[in-house]
């Protein structure tokens, strides 16, 4: 399904103060693309991709996903939405400290249908997790884990409910280098392998560089979206990655 | 979201957060130990002076005009108390049975009790007569309470009593030698009497527990420390006393004598004690106290009862049965009833008092709860925000801090119960060893019923979800952006 944004326009209104966060802006994102949306601080990325996700929809203008229409959802609708269509990923990870990297990964089953019915969410988690590349770590909790294991509990848990959308805000804006790429292979291999559609923002051009696709915001408008050939550094080899990944 | 997987989480935050809804439970805690107190306490207190001191199940009927101090067939012609009376109480819906009370109607004096205080005494001697069947269950002497004057009919001398002989199918009283006190010709219980030289029975005798509770109590307990005979009277127990024998004299007493016929002293055996019996004084099947009212007072005298006990198949019964004897009958209830029915309601509202003082402590701590619960849900902000961008709706979110709460609540509750019932305990213990004896002095003060242990926990879930309220409404307003944004 596509993702298509028309008008969408965001303004933020508190107290006498309004700013203008996004534009205007259009926007068609096909099923399967690997996309990454750029600008400077303030730009207006986060805002875009809420709007997009169907976490914010006070926004004017319309977002569809295929022939859903999020500004027309109840907000039950909306979170039924989120549960089953979109995963996401954050630059703070947002784990919940206080349950063990499994439990992480099936929270959204608490809350929905989860990966389906006839499903064992332990064992699904078990299974995404080991995928992530930490079969060994499931019942450690957050806390004991480096930001990259954390990363990968987040990017498992997002995978849980099948979404065909992640959207990830600075993914690898909290990692050093070499951990946030390989958080960047992940999706990558997960854009490849199982078609999802991975969107994510990012302020630094080499992980943007990553991307088939790149959309430039500015301002609260898309000054530039184009495909490009993704470029993915080769002084990092996995033994080596690896290897940091420990260390840290 | 699935019953099973909604406990879950709120178990594990509920682990997460320990400290924190510890010390939002704690107010809860204090208000219901204090109500769950102070219920039991009252309740514990109702009943021992409602069942015990007033016997509040049991209705007494007296005769008005007799209540007013003016002789029977008076101004208002009433006529008593007769057998007629008593049909017409019995027809009245609700009522089990009714027992008419007699009492003597001429002066006596009792005296004796060599055997039990160390030397005889003489005290009035009153006493009233009930349906030998009322008392029949608490009788445990080999005398039995019944009217043994009664010609028994019998097939041979096993079924007669003590010093009788089945003769021409009837128990005969045998003839005997009142000096002769070796071969205990009258049996056990049986004696010889002085006058009639044949075998006679005492009479048997009831006596309520209030007296001996009103003896040990008070009586004993204020001679105890004094200087003379009254020192030295015992403690008595009523195994102690079933079996007592002792002389009365009818017709003449210490105050004043009969003028209608001569004394007759007779033997009386104490054969139980029951609730039925008066308080003050002592009680005979009544066929004996009809006898003796005829013989002292005139045929008259022994028509007239001077009160019936009305017994109701249950205790809500008691209160329309006694509003109908009042209203249709136009008959009186004994002050008793009024008396235990203002005890009952002031200990009612003492209870009510207190329980009010708990309420207030709990409203005091859902407050507790409301700031608590605020606290934790803007803490947890960023997380609520997660859970609302992985799927979970307003109400899931709102049922987790609610759901949070109840369980904080049921902990509260169950704990506040266990204090409430250790402060009875202790309370109890206390009393026990600083309080001496007084009449019905309870085992305990606290009275704890099934429907007490509900209320705590109902009332600390309720007064925990209602703190919750406003936090709950607040988590759902979480705005996912918003909060996973850090704004
Ligand atoms: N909740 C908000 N309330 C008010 N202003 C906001 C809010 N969120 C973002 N903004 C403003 O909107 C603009 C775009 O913000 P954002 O989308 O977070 O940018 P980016 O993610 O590119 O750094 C900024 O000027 C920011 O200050
Ligand atoms: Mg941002």
Not at chain 1, 67 to 80: C, H, I, K, N, P
Not at chain 2, 190 to 218: H, K, M, Q, W
């Amino acid at each position: 399904m596509d993702l298509s944004a028309r008008g969408l326009r965001r303004i933020y209104r508190s107290g006498e103060l309004t700013t203008e966060a996004l534009c205007g802006v259009d926007l068609t994102i096909k099923s399967g693309e690997f996309v990454a949306i750029v600008g400077s601080s303030g730009s207006g990325k986060t805002t875009l991709l809420n709007c997009l996700s169907g976490l914010d929809t006070s926004f004017d203008g319309e977002v569809k996903l295929g022939d859903l229409s999020l500004s027309q959802m109840s907000e039950t609708e909306l979170a039924r939405f989120r549960h089953e269509h979109v995963g996401f990923v954050f630059q703070q990870f947002c784990l919940l400290d206080h349950l063990t990297a499994l439990e992480n990964v099936i929270l959204p089953g608490f809350f929905g249908e989860g990966a389906g019915d006839g499903v064992d969410p332990f064992k699904r988690g078990r299974e995404l997790l080991t995928r992530v590349g930490l079969g060994d770590r499931l019942h450690s909790r957050p806390p004991q884990l480096s930001g990259g294991q954390k990363q990968r509990v987040a990017v498992a848990r997002s995978l849980f409910c099948n979404p065909s959308i992640i959207f990830c805000d600075e993914p690898t804006g909290s990692l050093d280098q070499d951990t946030g790429l390989s958080i960047m292979k992940l999706f990558e291999q997960l854009n490849r392998e199982d078609e999802v559609t991975v969107i994510f923002v990012t302020h630094e051009p080499y992980i943007a560089d990553m991307a088939r696709r790149r959309i430039i915001v500015q301002d609260g408008r898309l000054i530039e979206d184009k495909s490009q050939t993704s470029v993915w550094p080769d002084d990092t080899g996995d033994s080596d990655e690896k290897l940091k990944e420990v260390a840290s | 979201m699935k019953g099973q997987r909604f406990s879950s989480l709120i178990g594990q935050s509920l682990r997460r957060n320990r400290r924190h809804f510890l010390l939002s439970g704690i107010g809860v805690i204090i208000g219901i130990a204090t109500l769950f107190f102070f219920t039991s306490l009252g309740e514990g207190v109702r009943t021992t002076v409602l069942e015990d001191v007033f016997v509040i199940d049991q209705l007494e009927v007296v005769d008005p005009a007799a209540a007013a101090g003016m002789r029977r067939g008076g101004l208002f012609g009433g006529g008593g108390l007769t057998d007629h009376t008593v049909e017409q109480v019995r027809q009245i819906e609700g009522v089990k049975e009714v027992y008419p009370k007699m009492k003597l109607t001429f002066p006596s004096r009792a005296s004796g009790g060599e055997a039990l205080m160390g030397r005889n005494m003489g005290v009035e001697f009153i006493a009233d007569g009930i349906p030998a069947e009322m008392a029949a269950d608490d009788v445990s002497d080999i005398l039995a309470f019944r009217d043994h004057d009664q010609p028994l009919s019998c097939a041979d001398d096993e079924a007669c009593p003590d010093g009788r002989d089945c003769i021409d199918g009837t128990c005969t009283p045998r003839s005997c030698d009142p000096r002769d006190r070796a071969s205990e010709p009258c049996g056990e219980v049986g004696f010889c009497d002085r006058d009639t030289e044949i075998c006679a029975l005492p009479i048997p005798l009831v006596i309520s527990p209030y007296l001996l509770e009103v003896y040990n109590g008070s009586i004993h307990t204020a001679l105890r420390d004094s200087e003379g005979i009254g020192s030295r009277l015992p403690r008595l127990t009523e195994d102690m006393l079933v079996g007592f024998e002792f002389d009365i004299v009818f017709g003449h007493s210490y105050m004043g004598r009969s003028g209608d016929a001569d004394s007759i002293r007779h033997r009386a055996r104490i054969v139980g004690f029951s609730d039925r019996a008066m308080q003050l004084g002592a009680t005979m099947p009544l066929p004996y106290v009809q006898r003796l009212n005829t013989e002292f007072s005139g045929e008259d005298a022994a028509d007239h009862y001077h009160s019936l006990l009305v017994d109701t198949y249950r205790n809500e019964d008691v209160a329309p049965v006694a509003q109908r004897i009042e209203d249709e009958l136009g008959l009186e209830l004994s002050d008793r009833h009024q008396r235990a029915q203002r005890a009952g309601l002031l200990i009612l509202l003492i209870t009510l008092l207190f329980n009010v003082i708990a309420l207030v402590i709990l409203a005091v701590s859902a407050l507790n709860i409301t700031h608590t619960f605020s606290m934790m849900v803007m803490e947890r902000r960023r997380e609520i925000g997660l859970m609302r961008a992985i799927g979970a709706t307003r109400r899931q979110i709102q049922a987790l801090v609610v759901g949070e709460a109840a369980v904080v609540g049921l902990f509260a509750g169950a704990a506040g119960i266990a204090l409430g019932i250790g402060a009875g305990f202790a309370v109890d213990a206390i009393f026990d060893s600083y309080v001496g004896h007084f009449p019905f002095k309870p085992d305990s003060l606290f009275a704890w019923s099934p429907w007490m242990f509900a209320l705590g926990l109902t009332t600390a879930v309720l007064f925990c979800l209602i703190g919750a309220l406003i936090p709950a409404v607040r988590a759902g307003r979480v705005e996912p952006a918003a909060a996973l944004t850090g704004r």
